[in-house]
């Protein structure tokens, strides 16, 4: 459970496979007292990659389309050299975080990585996310948890984030929130897209 004084950040974490293949994947990390915890499901990707691998990078964007992605098999998002760290970061993040582990608990269902900022790098301003973008995120959240959530739930939240997409979503967020509708109904749930 988060700490009050813990920030929570919806970002794409960034860490390398065993062959050296950067592996991108959405998730909510905690900033407290000048380190970055990271609480992967087991088994994961991301889990497998940050128990064997101390370094990693926590990539902030704008571009709603990687969090839809991961999700959904649309992985293909350019990355480039760390300047730190052994490691790659999102090519079109708007900022990154070059992380070194400081210690991992191999706890269950989720395990804890608490890393140190080894380096903070901006690339471009944030001007903030539409209601779209943060739309999609949530969906994002729902559809990263179908197997958890009643069908129920997911086609409440489903409904009332299609307002927000109605009104201000531009073509990357369209794109993106077609892939996880997509992902939603060929797991059997029923959107009511009207």
């Not at 050296?20 to 909510?28: C, D, L, Q």
């Not at 086609?155 to 794109?175: N, S, V």
């Amino acid at each position: 459970m988060a700490q009050l004084n813990a920030k929570i950040h919806e970002v794409i974490v960034t860490t390398l496979s065993e062959t050296g293949e950067p592996h991108s994947a959405p998730m909510g990390v905690m900033e407290q007292d000048g380190t970055i915890i990271i609480q992967p499901f087991k088994p994961s990707a991301t889990y497998n990659n940050l128990k064997r691998h101390p370094q990693c990078t926590v990539n902030f964007t704008d571009d709603v389309r990687v969090f839809a992605g991961a999700l959904t098999g649309h992985r293909s998002w350019p990355t480039s050299a760390c300047e730190v760290i052994e490691g790659r970061y999102l090519s079109d993040a708007l900022s990154h975080i070059e992380l070194e582990r400081l210690h991992f608990e191999d706890n269950d269902p989720r395990a804890k990585f608490v890393g140190k900022i080894v380096s903070d790098i901006t690339h471009a301003p944030f001007r903030g996310f539409n209601r779209a973008q943060s739309a999609v995120i949530e969906a994002a959240v729902l559809t990263s948890r179908l197997t958890m959530l009643p069908a129920e739930k997911i086609q409440q939240e489903m409904a009332y984030l299609q307002i927000a997409i109605d009104k201000t979503a531009g073509e990357r967020e369209l794109e993106a929130w077609q892939w996880l509708v997509a992902k939603i109904t060929d797991a059997g749930i029923e959107l009511n897209n009207d």
